[in-house]
């Protein structure tokens, strides 16, 4: 009971900020902002010791390198985060912005124009990082925020936390402008779902356990930025050398984050000339490969039997699934049947191929012979981002400012009444 009256107060207090936090100034924000990075910085020390703690503690449960590797912070992780925050300062501040004005026959003049949503509640798992850039995007945004981390990154995220916290609190902006649920207790979860009448959209980032709960419980709104099974398919008429560094860039850059690549699909005129020096390449970087039976007779890399949950499956980590097909368009298929609608790609030089796999591919982010890890806030331009929404109302692909606002109509006149 005590926990339920502890975040139903945050929340109550998330909701009093939000107000005011609307008609804060884009300098005012911008000078907290910059405020904000330098303090990181300032507690980088404190915020690395504490990562350790996290660390150490992932270590003793046995938890997977590539989820130690999500949980991890070092000192360019922790200039990303600043660098982050600084960048927002240097985006256009979307709150207040014209969409499109125009007039109505009565004489109306009517402006549609970017508000703040509110108070947003977003839970996420492993990663420390998200702490800083959820907190400076509803901060620029207008928005108040309510963070509930993942348990294993909560020293972390305390720490990240109040670095950020200590500004807010120097800068007399209202109580309940940041906020961090610091509790490992899942029934905090449950708790903060249940508070649509001061909460206005719940953003969950994690995995697909955590993206269910989130969906099934809440009363809140939910935009989900669910799991990544991100593909490339490369074209009969792909330049092989570019399709090799890509799917290579695509699984082994960063194998644990939702962007890499989980299945290649390869057209089968190009399959016995591309699979066996790229399985190679796979294998010597550690990669386990499941493939199909076409896969598995051309390469002679022990490659497994691929199931077909294999092809449904998000490993964040060195784990492949491989599948020749006969066709773009049987790869489009493929593509709709087993992917989340998160990011995939074709290599290909026949420009017809490349627009129907534009058209025709039904993912927030497809790409033409480039790799799926580019779908990021910072490398789209927009600054940091909330995640990757695989949603399609509201918000879909990175969402950054624009998308943590909503709108309102501006309505003047000059008396007149509705006969």
């Known amino acids: 009971m005590e926990l339920k009256k502890q975040i139903t107060r945050t929340a109550q207090k998330a909701l009093s900020a939000s107000r005011s936090l609307s008609n804060l100034a884009s300098s005012e924000k911008d000078r907290i902002l910059v405020e904000m990075a330098e303090n990181l910085k300032g507690q980088k020390e404190q915020i690395l010791k504490a990562n350790k703690k996290d660390i150490a503690a992932a270590r003793v449960s046995r938890l997977s390198e590539a989820f130690i590797d999500r949980l991890a912070l070092n000192e360019k992780r922790i200039e990303d985060m600043v660098n982050g925050l600084l960048g927002l300062v240097r985006l256009t501040d979307p709150v207040g912005e014209e969409i499109k004005a125009w007039d109505v026959p009565s004489g109306l003049h009517i402006h549609k124009m970017r508000v703040p949503i509110g108070v947003i509640a977003i839970i996420y798992e492993s990663r420390p990082n998200v702490t800083a850039d959820c907190i400076g995007l509803a901060f620029k945004s207008g928005n108040s925020v309510i963070l509930r981390g993942g348990s294993e990154s909560l020293n972390s995220n305390i720490a990240i936390f109040k670095a950020l916290d200590a500004v807010v609190k120097k800068n007399n902006l209202p109580p309940g402008t940041i906020n961090i649920i610091a509790t490992k207790s899942r029934q905090a979860i449950n708790i903060l779902l249940k508070l649509n009448d001061y909460i ?80 190679k390449k796979f294998k010597e970087a550690g990669v386990e490969i499941r493939g199909c039976p076409l896969t598995r007779k051309i390469s002679k890399e022990g490659i497994q039997k691929a199931k077909d949950a294999d092809y ?77 929404s695989t949603d399609k109302l509201h918000a879909r692909g990175p969402m950054a400012l624009e998308e943590l606002t909503s709108y309102k109509y501006a309505i003047w006149g000059s008396g007149q009444v509705r006969e």
């Open 200 to 279: 206005d959209l719940v953003i969950p980032r994690g995995g697909e356990a955590l993206i269910k709960k989130v969906t099934a419980l809440s009363r809140i709104p939910v935009i989900k930025h669910y799991k990544g099974i991100c593909h490339v398919y490369v074209d009969d008429y792909a330049d092989l050398n570019m399709a090799e560094k890509v799917c290579f860039n695509a699984k082994v850059q960063r194998p644990g984050v939702c962007n890499a690549m989980e299945s290649m699909l390869i057209h089968r005129d190009v399959a016995a000339r591309f699979l066996p020096g790229m399985l």
């Open 312 to 388: 449904r499956t998000e490993y964040s980590d060195l784990i492949l699934a491989v599948k020749v097909v006969a066709s773009l368009e049987e790869a489009i298929r493929h593509i709709n049947k087993y992917g989340s609608h998160h990011s995939d790609s074709i290599i290909t030089d026949d420009d017809n191929s490349a627009r129907e796999f534009l058209k025709k591919v039904d993912s927030a982010c497809v790409y033409v012979n480039a790799s799926t890890r580019f779908t990021d806030g910072y490398q789209f331009g927009l600054g940091a981002e909330i995640g990757i």
